[in-house]
Nanobody, 120 residues
């Protein structure tokens, strides 16, 4: 049973923008640390951004200044706004709940993923 549902992926040219969404009807997102994690073809998992219970956002160096994670508590949705997309951003993007990212990545719950492809 899928509890986290992502949407918003697609094919965009370099420099383009996308906004990913993650929502659930199973729990209140604002009560948990919520993560965006990606996996590029042939590579391992990489945390991209997360937002803590207090609403403070954190971003990986690789996306700092280009991506923004934020919440809409009324809509029970977490977003990842992506600008200035690069081919190296091509990956499957997962929304996840309550992750440990210090040594490998493990999360309490994962979405099904949404594909982002950056190509001319």
């Amino acid at each position: 049973q899928v509890h986290l549902v992502e949407s918003g992926g697609g094919l965009v040219p370099p420099g383009g923008s996308l906004r990913l969404s993650c929502t659930t009807s199973a729990f209140t997102l604002g009560n948990y640390w919520m993560y965006w994690i990606r996996q590029a073809p042939g590579k391992g998992l990489e945390w991209v951004a997360f937002v803590n219970v207090g609403g403070t956002a954190f971003h990986a160096d690789s996306v700092l200044g280009r991506f923004t994670v934020y919440r809409d508590l009324g809509a029970n949705t977490v977003y990842l706004q992506m600008h200035g997309l690069k081919p190296e951003d091509t990956a499957t993007y997962f929304c996840a709940k309550d992750c440990s990212v210090s040594q490998g990545i493990s999360c309490d719950m994962w979405g099904q993923g949404t594909q982002v492809t950056v190509s001319p």
